[in-house]
């Protein structure tokens, strides 16, 4: 697989400057939007992801109060719904995820599922297995978006937010010998 990148030296030599620029960095390699998940024609959930994480995002009815939704996140399988329903959600996920380190939260009628990917740098292309895969262009995308943030985290003194990639993009999980243990 040919690839090949370029980037620019930060040129600030004070560390509270890069600082800055590496949280500034990290926003432009950030996801720049959600995909969605369309189940027919209705939108189940959005989701986006990071080298660590998956995150979902699940539009809450309006009329239910917030202490009746649950949910239950297993290593590969999440469970989503109101307390005495069946689930509006209940799916084996596309990878195992770390369950100490996953959570949800529930914020303007929005419940926001993190899920710890347990194979950091590996890209997901749906966060339910067999359901709602993106297309493999959007899928490369999201893998030279993670890519440039693995070469971002490993090496915070560059710029890597205007980087392109001509050719194939290594993964991002395994690329070099794979990511480093923090």
Not at 118 to 123: E, N, P, V
Request: proline share 7%; glycine share 6%.
């Amino acid at each position: 697989m040919l690839w090949d990148i370029h980037w620019r030296v930060i040129s600030s030599t004070h560390p509270r400057q890069w600082s800055s620029n590496r949280d500034k960095m990290a926003d432009m390699l950030a996801p720049e939007k959600r995909h969605n998940f369309i189940h027919n024609g209705q939108k189940v959930f959005e989701w986006d992801q990071t080298l660590e994480e998956v995150n979902m995002y699940i539009s809450l009815p309006e009329n239910v109060p917030k202490k009746l939704f649950s949910c239950k996140i297993e290593s590969k399988h999440v469970e989503v719904g109101i307390k005495g329903n069946p689930p509006y959600l209940n799916h084996d996920l596309l990878s195992p995820v770390k369950t100490d380190c996953s959570f949800w939260t529930i914020e303007d009628d929005v419940m926001h599922i993190t899920l710890q990917k347990r194979d950091k740098g590996q890209t997901w292309s749906s966060p339910i297995l067999g359901h709602g895969q993106l297309d493999p262009y959007t899928t490369d995308l999201e893998q030279k978006r993670l890519m440039l943030q693995r070469f971002q985290e490993e090496n915070p003194g560059f710029d890597f937010s205007q980087a392109q990639f001509s050719g194939g993009c290594p993964d991002p999980k395994t690329f070099m010998g794979g990511i480093r243990s923090t």
